[in-house]
């Protein structure tokens, strides 16, 4: 149990500011042996080297499928739509056996009224110490869920704020997010029907650009997005190798969205 950090703060509290300085000292004090409690459980034990590979993958798939179904709940009712959406993740995954078990239980989990949200975010975040393209490539397939319809409800976009908030994103940051799947779900779709090509208008949304930005600032969100969703740089990261296939096919949308760009505006 750390205590010096509300004893030292008692203290000082109290000779600036006699019996409710104290309390604030106290209070403060406490929320600096929290912090370094915190710190020291991410650095030496709890997510630190004493966890195993094993480990970390079994806490990824629990928060990643988890939270699926918690943002699949949040319109009412689990449609056989999210469910296929889930099970689409868990075969581009890969996962079979005891693996996709344990990920239908932890969709399953997700769906209860009593789902843990916060705590199951503020492990995960723990778990991959903050990286925020992980987190950035966690929060964007959830994003994915709630778009399983082809829409996001209000009450979609209420659950998405509050998971982008608890992971350190500002409602500016998620709102381009969702203009960015937005973007890729359209791609797709044009896919199916056999154009090889995005349009310009879903090119700039999953480079997540403004038609105004000038050729350099394409390339710019281009390399940038590259880098961050780069497969060999999230696996240095601790991402499971089964998300390695999500991480290529979202370099592979953002490659021909960069492509489509580029022949649009002639620049090379």
Do not use: C
């Not at 179904?69 to 993740?89: L, R």
């Not at 009593?114 to 950035?136: C, K």
């Amino acid at each position: 149990m750390r205590i010096w950090g509300k004893i030292l703060g008692g203290f000082f509290g109290f000779m600036f500011g006699h019996f409710f300085g104290m309390l604030l000292g106290i209070w403060l004090g406490h929320r600096f042996d929290r912090a370094r409690a915190i710190n020291f459980n991410v650095q030496n034990g709890l997510f630190g080297n004493s966890v195993t590979s094993q480990q970390k993958q079994k806490l990824f798939f629990n928060a990643t499928f988890s939270v699926m179904g918690h943002v699949a709940k949040a319109k009412g009712q689990v449609t056989q739509t999210d469910i296929q959406v889930a099970n689409a993740y868990m075969d581009q995954m890969r996962l079979q056996g005891e693996a996709r078990s344990q990920a239908q239980s932890s969709f399953a989990l997700g769906k209860e009224s009593n789902f843990p949200l916060q705590d199951t975010l503020s492990e995960f975040a723990q778990m991959v110490r903050g990286d925020r393209n992980v987190l950035q490539m966690f929060l964007g397939i959830q994003i994915q869920v709630a778009f399983s319809d082809g829409a996001i409800d209000s009450k979609e976009k209420a659950i998405l704020y509050t998971i982008a908030e608890q992971l350190g994103f500002s409602r500016f940051e998620l709102d381009r997010l969702l203009q960015m799947v937005e973007g890729q779900q359209h791609f797709h779709q044009e896919q199916q029907h056999h154009q090889q090509q995005a349009s310009s208008e879903d090119a700039y949304k999953i480079l997540g650009v403004d038609e105004t930005v000038s050729d350099k600032e394409v390339k710019r969100a281009y390399r940038k997005l590259m880098s961050q969703n780069h497969p060999d740089k999230l696996a240095s990261k601790g991402l499971p190798k089964e998300m390695m296939e999500l991480a290529k096919e979202k370099t592979q949308d953002i490659q021909k969205a960069y492509e489509t760009l580029r022949k649009k505006r002639g620049f090379k």
